[in-house]
């Protein structure tokens, strides 16, 4: 296979036999001055994920340069194990789908072979279009919340999905990306942590300051000061010992997770709740979180949400602003952190 | 236990000696479930190593319900989800008598028959057309009760997850379709003209037609735009609102003037695949049927929260319904097309051996060939017939008249 292509999609078997034989390993490519190249590129693939959800093109002029690049992948990969943050992880699985989505935008030839390699089934039917089994396509198409992407709004025949080849690229992006997040982290041995070490604590400190930018609390911990009357007042009846009803622990517990609370801190709140039960509260609220799937859990109710549940207490001059539709924009809105998103 | 209890047990009983249900594919890796004659709570979390366990369960406890998961489990038999860890589960479709309108006054017989045909069109146009299901992947089954169901073992949607079979509900019951994808607008430049200097161009905004070659909801609406142009070119404006009720508004002349433009043009819609011939107003009153109305006469029904419950329990293929004392049957396609119930689902076991009940209030009914047009009050009727008069609580065991002489 052209090396420019192994350098494009890293990802593929063909990219690490081509590693393989040009004795790279990765002992070499950690310590090796020769691969110098490779660590720094590798560093940037994870930089430009934390900072602009897409890894950067490069210009692939000579073997070298392949070389380089195909060997930045696992050098990525090593760096991101090392941080092993979840809120990373997706980052970086994300940003190298979509490095990958643009490739293919240019050069549709390769979604087949790029296809085999993620298990997506698909063929090329007669009229040039992309089909694949439904059941395939709705494992991915699941995860694209657009209501283009509902299987009604398909042309499923057969059993087949068809579709236009520029759409079958999201599907094979969305697919690298579940690869590459569930494959992610990979255990690093002590040695190569070590090695690593400089790198990943300049990654840690990178995304540290992503982080506060995105988070509602710009990084520092909950301040009660701010929370919604509703938050506030369901936050006090728990804290009193008032039995709440299921809809209202599932909004304070999406609630306090959002502001980065964790399991700790939100078990002692229901501590105090008569009918505590901690084997089923521990349940309850690491499934609301999202540490039994690994996922993020589920996010806060908005206000019409609450409303129609019967949680929306006393709503104050803010509440009643303008704009104002979620919980968590009401904390931002106080605390003075709202900005544009990036 | 009551007597009408009592009598049902019996006959449960004397069914579940005569023959063992067949086991579901891959059993010891199945949850079952049972409710009995004589206690309130569900048994559930039980497994079985064998056909031979489950039969002596089944005479020795005779429950008056059995189910088993529609799941795959690690350890079936553990108490709690997490422990049993999920592996996948068959795809179940259910369509029952309780989403029909008006069920309540319908005749027993009259319900299973329109039930019927909906699952007719749910297995040929959906689960073997656009799914494209082969037919020995889809076990249809008579729930004993008042429904069908149809299970899909085909290997790789045994994995699906809550949100990917929502959304072969969707498409089947049709809800969120994306009318302007079905009929995407085209923007053509139909002339231009210089005004003042300046060049204006005219854009006329054309709906597209699905081709015949397409697939999927777009080809289904392709067809139904074709009965829809044939019922407005044909039928008087009084019918054509009641048939179409979105255009209920719209005025008679306006119709009839409507139809006056559609007749010359209908062959070449479906030739050019675009509705080019029409004005801007007319395409758009025909999209309007469409998504409105003809799309959900064409839409197929299905139960909606158990498609897409993955840990759900269901009636176990072979056991009895202890509310008919029908058999929960499994049928072929075929089979299914003049499926009857009330003669197929009785189990040989009952006899045509006269049982006394009491009517609780008058019943008509029709079951194995034998039309019963019973009073209320005290009568005679055959065994499998008075199973299924007091499962239905339609009639008590016994005459009432005896029993108030024994009680004296």
């Given amino acids: 296979m052209d090396h420019v292509l192994l350098a494009r999609y890293p990802f593929l078997k063909a990219s690490a036999e081509f590693a393989d034989s040009n004795d790279a390993d990765i002992e070499s490519l950690i310590v090796s001055p020769s691969y110098a190249e490779a660590r720094k590129r590798g560093m940037q693939r994870v930089l430009d994920a934390i900072e602009h959800h897409k890894v950067s093109e490069v210009s692939l002029t000579s073997d070298y340069a392949c070389l380089m690049e195909v060997l930045s992948y696992p050098y990525a990969r090593i760096l991101v194990s090392s941080v092993d943050d979840r809120f990373l992880t997706r980052r970086y699985a994300l940003a190298e789908a979509t490095r990958m989505y643009d490739l293919l935008k240019g050069d549709p030839a390769q979604s087949v072979p790029v296809s085999k390699e993620l298990e997506v089934r698909s063929s090329i039917d007669g009229s040039s279009r992309i089909s694949m089994p439904f059941a395939d396509y709705l494992r991915y198409s699941c995860l694209l919340k657009a209501a283009e992407w509902k299987l009604i709004n398909t042309e499923l025949k057969d059993g087949n999905v068809l579709m236009e080849r520029d759409r079958f690229g999201r599907v094979l992006q969305t697919a690298l990306q579940e690869r590459i997040e569930s494959e992610l982290p990979l255990k690093v041995p002590d040695g190569i942590r070590k090695a690593v070490r400089q790198d990943v604590d300049r990654v840690t400190l990178r995304l540290g300051e992503m982080k506060n930018r995105l988070s509602p609390t710009g990084g520092e911990g909950m301040n009660p000061e701010y929370l919604p009357p509703c938050i506030r007042a369901i936050l006090a009846n728990a804290q009193n010992g008032v039995n709440l009803p299921h809809s209202a622990r599932f909004a304070l517990v999406t609630f306090l997770h959002a502001l980065g609370t964790d399991y700790d801190g939100i078990i002692a709140l229901f501590s105090q709740s008569p009918d505590f039960d901690e084997a089923k509260s521990r349940y309850q609220i690491k499934h609301i979180i999202g540490e039994l799937s690994g996922t993020d859990g589920y996010t806060p109710p908005e206000c019409s949400t609450m409303k129609t549940n019967g949680l929306c ?21 106080r605390s003075g952190t709202a900005r544009k998103a990036p | 236990m009551d007597r009408n209890s009592r009598f049902l047990l019996r006959s449960l009983r004397k069914y579940y000696k005569s023959c063992a249900p067949p086991m579901p ?384």
């Fill in chain 1, 313 to 333: 207490f006393e709503p104050d001059g803010i509440c009643n602003g303008e704009r104002m539709n979620h919980p968590l924009t009401y904390y931002r809105r």
């Fill in chain 2, 25 to 408: 594919h891959r059993f010891t890796r199945r949850e079952f479930g049972f409710m009995f004659f004589d206690r309130e709570m569900m048994q559930r979390h039980t497994s079985f190593g064998t056909q031979d366990e489950l039969r002596r369960f089944l005479i020795s406890q005779v429950p008056r319900h059995s189910y088993y998961s529609t799941a795959y489990y690690r350890r079936p038999g553990a108490p709690t989800m997490d422990e049993k860890e999920w592996l996948g589960a068959e795809l179940i479709f259910d369509l029952d008598a309780d989403h029909l309108e008006g069920a309540g006054d319908m005749t027993y017989d009259g319900m299973m028959s329109r039930i019927r045909g909906e699952m007719v069109t749910l297995v040929d146009s959906f689960l073997m057309g656009d799914l494209g299901f082969r037919e020995e992947s889809i076990q249809i089954c008579f729930s004993g009760g008042r429904g069908y169901h149809a299970h899909v073992t085909q290997d790789d949607v045994l994995t699906l997850g809550t949100h990917e079979r929502r959304e072969l509900v969707d498409y089947i019951t049709c809800s969120g379709m994306n009318i302007d994808w079905i009929f995407p607008v085209d923007h053509r430049l139909v002339g231009s003209a210089v005004v003042a200097g300046q060049t204006r161009r005219n854009i006329a905004e054309i709906r597209r037609i699905p081709s015949e070659d397409s697939g999927g909801w777009r080809l289904r609406m392709r067809r139904g735009l074709m009965e829809v142009v044939e019922d407005v070119c044909t039928m008087e404006p009084a019918a054509l609102k009641r048939a179409y009720p979105s255009i209920k508004g719209s005025g008679n002349s306006s119709l009839l003037n409507l139809q006056g433009r559609l007749i010359p043009v209908r062959d070449s819609l479906f030739e050019k695949d675009d509705m080019s011939l029409l004005n801007k107003r007319d395409q758009e009153l025909l999209v309007k049927i469409m998504k409105e109305d003809k799309s959900r006469m064409m839409a197929g029904e299905v139960d909606k929260p158990v498609t897409p419950d993955i840990k759900r329990l269901i009636r176990l293929p072979g056991s009895v319904h202890g509310k008919t004392g029908l058999r929960v049957s499994t049928l072929t396609r075929d089979e299914l097309g003049d499926y009857e119930p009330l003669t197929q689902a009785v189990p040989d076991v009952y006899t045509d051996e006269p049982v006394k009940v009491t009517m609780r209030r008058p019943y008509a009914l029709r079951m194995k060939d034998e039309r019963f047009d019973l009073a209320a009050g005290e009568t005679e009727v055959p065994e499998y017939a008075a199973i299924f008069l007091i499962g239905r609580g339609e009639a008590d065991f016994g005459h009432a008249s005896e029993r108030e002489e024994l009680a004296r």
